[in-house]
């Protein structure tokens, strides 16, 4: 297998640890490079730049706190906010890891490490970061990060699924959260593939929850939306006796999809971001919480079902005409089924 092109950076202050890290990860990548604490991090991140950067919590003796992670963290995100950072934590600071990923790491891996755990997560980052790098600039001129964050909002016309576990509380219960985050992570990796191949893009992770999106005319194209779901949903079928045989739960999930115009652009100062605002996000929220009230697995409002162009491989439900949350006005919804499936 051919190695990633990827500079990885290893920060840890326990010389097995990088040793251990740098031998099982150079096989999967061109560079790797090692540093025992925060010292020399300004210049490191001066003179290269990281694809991930993989952190411990803790560097000096007998602290516990995880502040010096923490803050690491945040000077990486502010110097080289492209680098996705992993945290490196020990079994009892999974809070301190969790409270990580809210400051912007992108994943963590529990120490002592499975070798195939902490290759897939990594791997599952750096194509994360590709991937966020090409919507980036996909997204046209008008966005692209300038000195001044300010950038003007424009109105562009896109499609958003929103796609939600089921039962995800009583699945952490029984699970735990450490092995309910691998399981989430496993979910997540899972799905990227039917989503790339579909055109959409992965907007936000929210919890248990993705939220993918298209612009309009890619999402409408041989109806990819739609397929993208369908696709899940025949990916997490073929994966059941995996997730049986990891988690003894298979998680099933439901989604709900509408388009319209929606206002982007960037904001953020220490961390830049591209946003979407809009009653749109919104309304495909509320339309993926119905799910569950009308016994289905899928809803589309009908102004997104009259746009896709259905054929005979797709058979459209009415469910009615719903009031939303906050809506004066109700909305029509449907679920859609296949005529022909196929798990080959």
């Excluded at 560079?31 to 803790?58: C, E, Q, R, W």
């Excluded at 989604?255 to 971001?273: D, I, N």
């Excluded at 016994?295 to 102004?303: A, F, N, T």
Aim: hydrophobic share 40%; glycine share 6%; net charge negative.
């Amino acid at each position: 297998m051919p190695k990633e092109d990827a500079k990885i950076l290893l920060i840890d202050d326990d010389d097995d640890i990088l040793l251990a890290a740098k031998f099982l990860l150079k096989k999967h990548f061109t560079t790797i490079i090692t540093a025992g604490g925060p010292d020399t991090v300004d210049n490191l991140l001066k003179s290269n730049n990281f694809n991930i950067a993989l952190l411990d919590m803790n560097y000096t003796t007998g602290a516990t706190s995880g502040k010096e992670g923490l803050d690491l963290l945040k000077k990486i995100k502010r110097d080289s906010p492209s680098t996705r950072v992993i945290m490196m934590t020990a079994y009892g600071d999974i809070d301190l890891a969790i409270k990580a990923i809210k400051e912007g790491a992108s994943d963590f891996i529990v120490k002592p490490w499975d070798n195939a755990k902490l290759v897939s997560t990594v791997i599952a980052a750096y194509k994360k970061g590709l991937s966020a790098n090409y919507q980036n600039n996909e997204i046209g001129n008008e966005q692209k990060p300038a000195d001044d964050y300010r950038q003007p909002f424009s109105e562009v016309e896109r499609i958003f699924m929103f796609l939600d576990i089921r039962s995800s509380t009583t699945i952490a219960e029984e699970l735990g959260h450490v092995q309910y985050f691998d399981l989430l992570n496993d979910f997540f990796r899972d799905i990227a593939e039917p989503i790339s191949k579909n055109k959409g893009q992965i907007y936000q992770y929210v919890g248990d929850e993705v939220v993918i999106s298209w612009p309009l005319e890619d999402g409408v194209t041989n109806a990819n939306c739609l397929q993208c779901y369908f696709d899940i949903v025949d990916t997490m079928g073929k994966l059941t006796h995996k997730y049986l045989e990891k988690y003894a739960v298979n998680p099933s999930f439901k989604a709900g999809m509408h388009f319209g115009k929606v206002s982007t652009g960037t904001v953020g100062t220490l961390k830049r971001e591209i946003i979407y605002t809009g009653d749109v996000l919104n309304t495909a929220s509320r339309i993926e919480g119905l799910c569950n009230k009308h016994q289905v697995d899928l809803l589309l409002s009908k102004v997104l079902v009259d746009t896709l162009p259905l054929n005979n491989d797709y058979l459209p439900k009415k469910i009615g005409e719903i009031s939303l949350r906050g809506k004066a006005t109700e909305i029509m919804l449907f679920t859609i089924e296949r005529t022909n499936i196929s798990l080959a």
